[in-house]
């Protein structure tokens, strides 16, 4: 095997290999802020080390991994997600009194199992990055014990892994005892009549359907969400489900799948599973209080939109589908930046720990005007405003269900999107509302840094979409 074709695997060697120096560095000296400023370096690096490599020429590495410009750019993903993820950690981690190395440890170990997801082409690769995935994150739940349901949270996200992980283990079984391989591109167009298959990749589907929080394997979502670490629960709702889709997406655009997906019996009960996620989503984020739990039932949603893109059939709409599940991710993933981000400044001006009720961000418009600007621009890019990357994410998945005739799906997203007004809009009313209570609101440079950068991606995005697209039509 040549060098050039083991250097498309450079970003998940470079976490790995942040991994073992971190351990070396905690067995060494134990400093916070060493591990963190380490963690971050590891994460600025492999960021670039990724986007140098895109563009490659797709290699197999091995029959497990096989890295294209579509699993470099999901990688890259999750590689600024993560590096947010443990900028967030810093500043949340700075008034609580546990040991904090292990944490970014646990992160980095997140990161590179959702790496190997990303580049999974073989069940056999991609079950260890679901596991590594699972556990490093069952971790960063109950990593907090002093906190109120931590241990809860914890144990609930255990179980609901394991359980999801039986199903897909179940479900690979089956498909495996009809075709004799492990391997993706070994599922045979003529496989998809045998009952087994089918019922194996339905199993399958329930398995990551729990990792999506797709209804009806939600249960969980809110729950953790809320009792989950500020920068954990950003984790979950970005680099988790982030990996998990793109997983999905490249095992079912195999021919293979798409022979299954086209069936009517599996092609139904998909669309019912994302017309169920889009419409309860919504409808249970109504009336919630704690923005954790609102945000958790919007994922619900997000993902019943995204199932948009696994539905299509023609050769031409899976290219435009590839590119709009990235396009759509990385839309998600900054709106969640800034307002996680705003979580944890919010916790640390209030000290009200992880129970954020809309009400704690009431009348940051007249104290941080321009915070609870990039808030809107964030928020208004989740419910698909003109102008936000939310909008050119959404207007993506429309023309793909208009050209494959995907009406019901087309249906349940706009009515989707009309329900999700009735939580985001309150959001943005609570900014602009007179706030009673006297507190801080400290701004430093790093603060103001990172908020000019998320403000002017999301506007960015919006206004000059191209400036994503045009690479992403490339590959």
């Known amino acids: 095997m040549s060098l050039n074709t083991w250097l498309l695997l450079t970003p998940q060697l470079l976490i790995a290999l942040g991994v073992v120096c971190c351990l070396l560095l905690i067995s060494w000296q134990r400093s916070q802020q060493l591990i963190a400023w380490f963690t971050l370096m590891v994460m600025l690096v492999t960021i670039v080390a990724t986007v140098s490599l895109i563009g490659q020429t797709a290699v197999h590495i091995t029959e497990l991994i096989y890295v294209d410009s579509f699993s470099l750019v999901a990688f890259l993903w999750v590689l600024l997600a993560g590096f947010a993820a443990v900028y967030m950690s810093k500043a949340y981690l700075h008034s609580h009194l546990e040991v904090h190395d292990e944490f970014y ?4 170990l997140t990161v590179l199992g959702a790496g190997v997801l990303v580049a999974s082409d073989h069940f056999a690769s991609l079950f260890l990055g679901f596991e590594l995935l699972s556990i490093s994150l069952v971790g960063l739940t109950g990593y907090f014990r002093h906190q109120r349901h931590a241990i809860e949270v914890s144990f609930k996200y255990l179980i609901l892994s394991a359980s999801a992980s039986s ?82 997406a490249k095992c079912i655009y195999v021919e293979g799948f798409q022979t299954l997906v086209a069936l009517p019996s599996i092609h139904h009960a998909l669309s019912a599973l994302a017309i169920i996620s889009m419409i309860v989503g919504n409808c249970l984020a109504l009336g919630q209080n704690n923005i954790k739990r609102i945000l958790a039932f919007s994922s619900i949603a997000h993902m019943g939109y995204l199932m948009i893109v696994l539905l299509v059939h023609q050769q031409q709409s899976i290219l435009l589908a590839r590119q709009a599940v990235l396009f759509y991710l990385f839309a998600y993933l900054i709106a969640n930046i800034a307002i996680f981000g705003m979580l944890v400044l919010i916790e640390r001006d209030r000290n009200v720990g992880n129970n954020i009720e809309l009400a704690h961000w009431k009348g940051m418009f007249w104290h941080s005007p321009y915070k609870a600007f990039v808030l809107i621009v964030a928020v208004l ?28 799906l087309l249906i349940a997203l706009i009515v989707g999107s009309g329900i999700a007004l009735g939580y985001y809009l309150p959001m943005i009313f609570q900014l602009f509302k007179q706030d009673v209570v006297k507190i801080s609101h400290i701004t430093t440079w790093r603060t103001r840094l990172w908020l000019s950068v998320i403000f002017l991606l999301s506007i960015g995005v919006g206004i000059m979409p191209d400036v994503i697209i045009t690479p992403l039509l490339n590959f």
């Open 381 to 408: 890019s989740l419910i698909g405003i003109p102008l936000t990357g939310g909008f050119i994410g959404k207007f993506y998945l429309m023309i793909l269900a208009a050209n494959n005739a995907l009406w019901p």
């Open 105 to 108: 440890l646990l992160l980095l």
């Open 167 to 248: 199903f897909m283990l179940l479900g690979i079984a089956f498909l495996y005892s009809q075709t004799g391989s492990l391997s993706f591109v070994q599922i045979q167009p003529e496989n998809a009549d045998n009952m087994i298959a089918q019922m194996g990749f339905l199993l399958f589907i329930a398995g990551i359907g729990f990792k999506l929080s797709l209804v009806p394997f939600h249960f969980w979502t809110p729950d953790v969400y809320q009792g989950s670490p500020t920068p954990v629960t950003f984790v979950l709702a970005t680099i988790s489900k982030s990996a998990m889709f793109i997983a999905l």
